[in-house]
């Protein structure tokens, strides 16, 4: 099983930045995908970014350019760096797995995979203010 932990959220005015976490725990791999999403109050969830094992990642065009989302083996986390926020980014925002490993051989990790992210974090709020 694997557990995932968000932290970091928060609230910050516009232009402002928040670094997300995503801890992981239990029986963690080497090679895995993450994804983070997030998802406003009533629209859908959407995909934010994703990052391999590899460190491969990439970016939903909305986010391009403001977002970093990198990793730490070493700590099994995975970070979302959020700079030059907007009030539209306002969300709770989730991260994800794919999970286990084998399910790497038939998923593309990117920003858009929901196929195989089957374990889920809780979520952490980020609150962007105008």
């Known amino acids: 099983e694997l557990q995932l932990v968000e932290s970091g959220g928060g609230s910050v005015e516009a232009g402002g930045s928040l670094r997300l976490s995503c801890a992981a725990s239990?029986?963690?791999?080497?090679?895995?995908?993450m994804g983070w999403f997030r998802q406003a109050p009533g629209k859908e969830r959407e995909g934010v970014a994703a990052?391999?094992?590899?460190?491969?990642?990439s970016y939903a065009d909305s986010v391009k350019g403001r977002f970093t989302i990198a990793q730490d083996n070493a700590k099994n986390t995975v970070y979302l760096q959020m700079n030059s926020l907007k009030p539209e980014d306002t969300a709770t925002y989730y991260c994800?797995?794919?999970?286990?490993?084998?399910?790497?051989?038939?998923?593309?990790?990117?920003?858009?995979?929901?196929?195989?992210?089957?374990?889920w974090g809780r979520g952490t709020l980020v609150t962007i203010s105008s």
């Open positions: 239990g029986n963690t791999y080497n090679k895995y995908c």
């Open positions: 994800a797995a794919v999970y286990p490993p084998e399910k790497l051989y038939t998923v593309v990790c990117k920003w858009d995979t929901t196929v195989g992210m089957d374990y």
């Open positions: 990052i391999d094992s590899d460190g491969a990642a």
